[in-house]
């Protein structure tokens, strides 16, 4: 009996993420064999908040001889990517520890029950807890372009969505497709915003009353996603694609007696918690703290939990170590995700791509050019996640290309500022598989669930750089 194409194709597993990323890396580095190695001049640019950039001149490309990276390469290139990627990865082990301590302590499960069930007596707080969440993530995203800062808060919201009766992609979801969602649609995000405006020579933070109005449609539209999903698996559990994942983590769980009473250790702990994510906003709000001060902040959480919840110090160590080493898998493909960018600038195509990708865009029509614009910063967004640095990299180019098709400078910043939807879906991203590995799922499942709604994300990207193209020409305002 002949097996079918559908059972065939089902009896098919993906590969692990690392073998997946391992492809993409030897991928690009037989493409960067083929594609010319090229380089733009570049000069220093004063940004508005008084730091300076390295900017490509508009103009200056010119082709350099070949540089042909050997095989060697393969390998040599994740080893440059720990190096690279030394802030983030130490940023990793160290959120992995420290909250394997916490959830030692008992007081999350603890402290979430006694949540779940003051919701459960107001069913209209559990109608609001998705949207409610979703936008306040999405706001500080927005705001302050909060990215690597959201991971922390996943090992809170999976427990607690599960709890409530949906599923560990639910309880992903929402800090981090909430803060993503405001990061590509943000009106203050002085990483993405503010850069780029400040190099294409825009006003800063201006055209804030369309940024704001399609930061409402995307986030009714995202919204909408999750919680129609999160109904579903509510309904029938076994529509979840990690329903396996929450089967086990339910078996290994510790779950509080009934009528087990607050405790102090438990009060301490979510208090100390409590407290080291209001300082972590206030850090980054008032002082631009980056990975490394929040990385400390959260080593010196979990001391101070284990402590406070009566630990050793050997004890707090085993802990610690457990968790970190939950983080390796995802340490791994960072390191990988990094070495695509390693290939890219030794071999000398970013440029490259990056000139030919305007050369398309000088040709077509007006009435597309936006788009694809917005598809060529989602191609370098592959290799590129710092919004500032893709700013740096593409905006002066991009900008003066606007003058010569005829759409505005203004409408050449939002098309790459949108690119950022893309982002949680590329196993390429730092944040997106720091987020998984703090989930612990695998980026494939995660891959299959979100990639119907970057379709809609992205045509919708596409229908709101319309109207500033074709109907009118957006100001300060």
């Known amino acids: 009996m002949k097996t079918s194409f559908r059972e065939w ?72 990517g720990f190096l690279d990627g030394g802030t983030l990865i130490a940023f990793l082990l160290i959120i992995g520890g420290s909250f394997c301590v916490f959830q030692e302590t008992g007081a999350v499960e603890f402290g979430i029950k006694r949540l779940v069930r003051v919701i459960g007596r107001k069913p209209a707080l559990e109608w609001l807890f998705i949207p409610v969440l979703m936008i306040v993530f999405s706001l500080a995203g927005a705001i302050f372009g909060m990215a690597e800062e959201l991971i922390p808060f996943v090992a809170i919201f999976i427990p607690m969505s599960r709890a409530l009766g949906y599923d560990s992609l639910t309880g992903m979801a929402i800090p981090f497709l909430g803060a993503a969602s405001g990061f590509a649609c943000a009106f203050f995000n002085p990483f993405t915003v503010g850069v780029a405006q400040g190099i294409a020579g825009v006003p800063v933070y201006s055209g804030l009353a369309y940024r704001i109005a399609a930061w409402v449609v995307v986030m009714t539209v995202v919204i909408t996603y999750v919680m129609v999903y999160a109904q579903k698996v509510k309904k029938n559990p076994d529509l979840s694609p990690v329903r396996d994942i929450d089967l086990q983590r339910e078996s290994i769980e510790h779950h509080p007696d009934e009528n087990e009473r607050w405790d102090v250790r438990h009060i301490l702990a979510l208090s100390t918690f409590g407290a080291a994510m209001g300082l972590l906003i206030f850090g980054v709000l008032k002082y631009q703290w980056y990975m490394d001060a929040i990385a400390a902040l959260f080593l010196a959480m979990g001391i101070v939990i284990g ?40 071999a000398k195509i970013m440029d490259t ?84 590995g703090a989930a612990k799922i695998p980026w494939e499942r995660w891959a299959k669930w979100f990639l119907p709604l970057m379709l809609i994300l992205v045509v919708l990207a596409c229908l709101l750089l319309i109207p500033p193209t074709l109907i009118f020409h957006w100001g300060p305002i």
């Open 9 to 80: 194709a089902k009896s098919l597993k993906m590969p692990h993420t690392l073998v997946i990323v391992g492809a993409l890396v030897a991928l690009v580095l037989v493409v960067s064999w083929i594609i010319p190695s090229g380089e733009f001049l570049r000069v220093a640019k004063l940004l508005p908040d008084g730091k300076s950039v390295m900017v490509p001149v508009s103009g200056s490309y010119h082709v350099i001889p070949k540089h042909y990276l050997g095989p060697q390469t393969f390998l040599l290139a994740p080893i440059k």
């Open 307 to 346: 402590l406070m919840s009566r630990m050793d110090l050997s004890t707090i160590a085993r802990h610690f170590v457990t968790g970190a080493k939950d983080m390796v898998g995802v340490v791994f493909i960072v390191a990988c995700a990094r070495a695509l960018l390693v290939i890219a600038n030794d």
């Open 353 to 436: 791509i990056l000139f030919y990708g305007s050369n398309v865009i000088q040709v077509l029509p007006k009435g597309i050019t936006a788009q694809v614009m917005f598809l060529v910063q989602c191609v370098i967004n592959f290799f590129i996640h710092s919004g500032t640095a893709q700013a740096a990299l593409t905006m002066p180019i991009m900008a003066p290309l606007s003058d010569l098709v005829g759409i505005t400078r203004q409408t050449c910043v939002y098309s790459f500022e949108l690119c950022e939807i893309v982002n949680p879906i590329l196993p390429t991203s730092a944040v997106a598989m720091g987020v998984l």
